[in-house]
């Protein structure tokens, strides 16, 4: 069973950065592709990077490229999330997640989630 638990979420202030952590219950590569995914309240989840199975390329968002990094570290089982210059709309609740196959980073193709963790943006 693969699980993944977020952290490092927190309240920021605009222009700060945060690292978000996921740690994944087993090997992933090979297996599975990680993605970042956000929601806030009323909107539908937006994928934001996300690695591609087929290749290993990192796919970043339009909203969070040149500001947002993605990286794994293989040994440990975790895909990481540094945000860097982070603005009031980066406000939602984070999430990791996890798929065998599919496109990336379109949600309905992650099998497995994370629980989320809140970044808060603050002015």
């Known amino acids: 069973e693969v699980q993944l638990v977020e952290s490092g979420g927190g309240l920021v202030q605009v222009g700060g950065s945060l690292t978000l952590s996921c740690a994944v219950s087993r090997t992933i590569f090979g297996d599975h592709a990680v993605g970042w995914f956000r929601q806030v309240p009323g909107k539908e989840r937006e994928g934001i990077s996300c690695?591609?199975?087929?290749?290993?390329?990192?796919y970043y968002a339009d909203s969070v490229k040149g500001r947002f990094t993605f990286t794994t570290d293989n040994v440990k089982n975790m895909v990481y999330l540094q945000m860097n210059s982070l603005k009031s709309e980066d406000t939602a609740v984070y999430y990791c997640?996890?798929?065998?196959?599919?496109?990336?980073?379109?949600?309905?193709?992650?099998?497995?989630w994370g629980q989320g963790t809140q970044v808060t943006v603050s002015s």
């Open positions: 997640a996890a798929k065998e196959r599919g496109p990336v980073c379109v949600s309905a193709w992650y099998d497995y």
């Open positions: 690695i591609s199975s087929s290749d290993g390329t990192i």
